[in-house]
T-cell receptor
Framework: GQQVMQIPQYQHVQEGEDFTTYCNSS?????IQWYKQRPGGHPVFLIQ?????EVKKQKRLTFQFGEAKKNSSLHITATQTTDVGTYFC?????????FGKGTKLTVNP | EAGVTQSPTHLIKTRGQQATLRCSPI?????VYWYQQALGLGLQFLLW???????NRGNFPPRFSGRQFPNYSSELNVNALELEDSALYLC???????????FGDGTRLSIL
């Protein structure tokens, strides 16, 4: 079945440093979604990418969808302590979403 | 608009017992998804209900089951509880198509 791999599993950065998490699928995705889960919280939807090569920005966050629609990345510029949490990518279509295992980000102030 | 609500917040059971977890989706959402999130692990897909029917299930044994009611709320039943069932169980709802999933706060199930 479809698998979504996400790396790294953990990332610790100093406040102000950049952070990137990568997501790779074993199959071509119709779309990819990104979620953030704060410690003790539930996953919250961040963004959805649908088009090949699509790039979207949300303030300091940049999301990319690969040309082959099999990989994606989330890049955070100049991390802040409010960025801590686990970032999940999820690939799929109009039915089931397959979630990656997430990247847990910790930020040292 | 009220979000996805789950009950109870916490549930403590012993091995062999049965647990029932409940979920109310956002108004207008017909699809409900259940996930298991064990400590330190990602989201493992359990079940998907839409329009009252089970549409897909993840790689879990049959003692994990559920249903969706005519008002689109859903319940997850776990029979013959085992220690490894201890986890956060998350419910999510969404509109049809390529829409994001909206998660509830989850039910923390602890098996003693």
């Amino acid at each position: 079945g479809q698998q979504v791999m996400q790396i790294p599993q953990y990332q610790h950065v100093q406040e102000g440093e950049d952070f990137t998490t990568y997501c790779n699928s074993s199959t071509t995705l119709s779309n990819i979604q990104w979620y953030k889960q704060r410690p003790g919280g539930h996953p919250v939807f961040l963004i959805q990418l649908v088009k090949s090569g699509e790039v979207k920005k949300q303030k300091r966050l940049t999301f990319q969808f690969g040309e082959a629609k099999k990989n994606s990345s989330l890049h955070i510029t100049a991390t802040q302590t409010t960025d801590v949490g686990t970032y999940f990518c999820a690939g799929g279509g109009s039915e089931k979403l397959v979630f990656g295992k997430g990247t847990k980000l910790t930020v040292n102030p | 608009e009220a979000g996805v609500t789950q009950s109870p917040t916490h549930l403590i059971k012993t091995r062999g017992q049965q647990a029932t977890l409940r979920c109310s989706p956002i108004s207008g959402h017909t699809s409900v998804y259940w996930y298991q999130q064990a400590l330190g692990l990602g989201l493992q897909f359990l079940l998907w209900y839409d329009e009252g029917e089970e549409r897909n299930r993840g790689n879990f044994p049959p003692r994990f089951s559920g249903r969706q009611f005519p008002n689109y709320s859903s319940e997850l039943n776990v029979n013959a509880l085992e220690l490894e069932d201890s986890a956060l169980y998350l419910c999510a709802s969404r509109l049809k198509g390529f829409q994001p999933q909206h998660f509830g706060d989850g039910t923390r199930l602890s098996i003693l």
